[in-house]
């Protein structure tokens, strides 16, 4: 069973930096794709970004767009998502899945982490 297990959530000022971690179990043909999502109280869960274990093709949301990267270790089976130039609109719990084809849908994904939340104070 592929397993997904988020950290690096916490309190963070407006502007600042923060870097999260998802360490994944396993790598299958099921996990092609680790993707990150959030989502806010009373807000849908929106699409933030993906990267490819086998390429490390990434793709990224507009809204976060040249403020957040998306990286791997492979040998660690390992995604990073680092969070620069955080604005209060980026409070939300962040969640990390695999999926066996890459997109922004979350139907994509058939695993997902736990979750951790990320607050940014003004």
């Known amino acids: 069973q592929v397993q997904l297990v988020e950290s690096g959530g916490g309190l963070v000022q407006a502007g600042g930096s923060l870097r999260l971690s998802c360490a994944a179990s396993?790598?299958?043909?099921?996990?092609?794709?680790m993707g990150w999502f959030r989502q806010a109280p009373g807000n849908e869960r929106e699409f933030v970004g993906f990267?490819?274990?086998?390429?490390?093709?990434?793709s990224y949301a507009d809204s976060v767009k040249g403020r957040f990267t998306i990286s791997r270790d492979n040998a660690k089976n390992t995604v990073f998502l680092q969070m620069n130039s955080l604005k209060p609109e980026d409070t939300a719990v962040y969640y990390c899945?695999?999926?066996?084809?890459?997109?922004?849908?979350?139907?994509?994904?058939?695993?997902w982490g736990q979750g951790t939340q990320v607050t940014v104070s003004s």
């Open positions: 899945a695999a999926g066996a084809v890459s997109g922004s849908s979350s139907k994509n994904y058939g695993y």
């Open positions: 990267i490819t274990w086998s390429g490390g093709r990434t």
């Open positions: 396993i790598r299958t043909s099921s996990t092609y794709a």
